[in-house]
């Protein structure tokens, strides 16, 4: 059987890129990450950086599943994607959904294939605009659509979602909250045992005392003794 050669992406995680954000633009890492409407989604981990055009391609995020019903882990968002609010320093993701986040490979650092990247790709195209690029094909050609672009991120400021925004996103909270018992996830039970205890203790209600009190004493006692005399006569036969 031939082993696959499996190409490994280029990108490098920002801290050990030897790149620096520039003066005028804020380090997100560590910022808190939302949906639309203001649920935490987690926080973010890391930047993955293209060196060789020097653009971010990825926000590399912490998520934190469980209130997601999910499994905590780390995924990656194509930086078009994100905006940012610098007011609350805030990476809001306005067109996530439970779906995507359930779908996205998971992220592990100095393992990242371009098999993985074509997977992240098409979870965000539609169905009807994927493609399976081959390792042929160059790199800048694959970052081309527009949740790759990073003017997208930066020129973004914190504005109100217009009336349309958040009723889509609303729509969007209600369906997953629909389909939340047939998605996959994780719950954790909390399993509590209780051992009835029984032992029997004496218990002293009330006392009684019964005493028995002797007493003696010494008594004198006269009398007179009577004497009784009879006199018998002797009768003869006749």
Avoid: C
């Avoid at 996830?185 to 004496?202: A, C, L, M, R």
Wanted: charged share 35%; proline share 3%; net charge negative.
């Amino acid at each position: 059987m031939a082993t696959r050669n499996i190409r490994y992406s280029k990108l490098v995680e920002l801290g050990n890129s030897g790149y620096e954000i520039v003066a005028d633009e804020p380090d997100i890492r560590k910022w808190k990450v939302t949906n639309a409407n203001g649920k935490v989604l987690g926080v973010v981990d890391e930047l993955l950086v293209d060196r060789q055009v020097n653009k971010v391609r990825y926000i590399v995020l912490d998520m934190q599943g469980k209130p997601l019903n999910l499994l905590s882990r780390k995924i990656l968002i194509p930086i078009g994607i994100a905006q940012l609010d610098r007011v609350d320093d805030i990476v809001i993701l306005p067109t996530i959904t439970i779906e995507h986040l359930a779908t996205l490979p998971t992220y592990k650092k100095g393992k990242l294939a371009f098999e993985t990247e074509r997977k992240i790709r098409n979870v965000f195209a539609p169905s009807n605009a994927q493609v399976d690029y081959n390792d042929d094909i160059a790199d800048e050609t694959f970052y081309q659509d527009d949740y790759f672009d990073d003017r997208n991120f930066y020129e973004s400021r914190k504005k109100k979602l217009s009336r349309n925004d958040r009723e889509a996103a609303n729509e969007r909270e209600r369906k997953e909250e629909g389909l939340a018992p047939f998605r996959e996830g994780v719950v954790e039970i909390t399993e509590q045992s209780e051992v009835p205890v029984v032992n029997k203790q004496t218990r002293v209600v009330e006392e009684v005392s019964v005493n028995k009190d002797v007493t003696e004493r010494d008594e004198k006692i006269k009398d007179s003794v009577r004497r009784n005399e009879i006199e018998v006569e002797r009768l003869d036969k006749d």
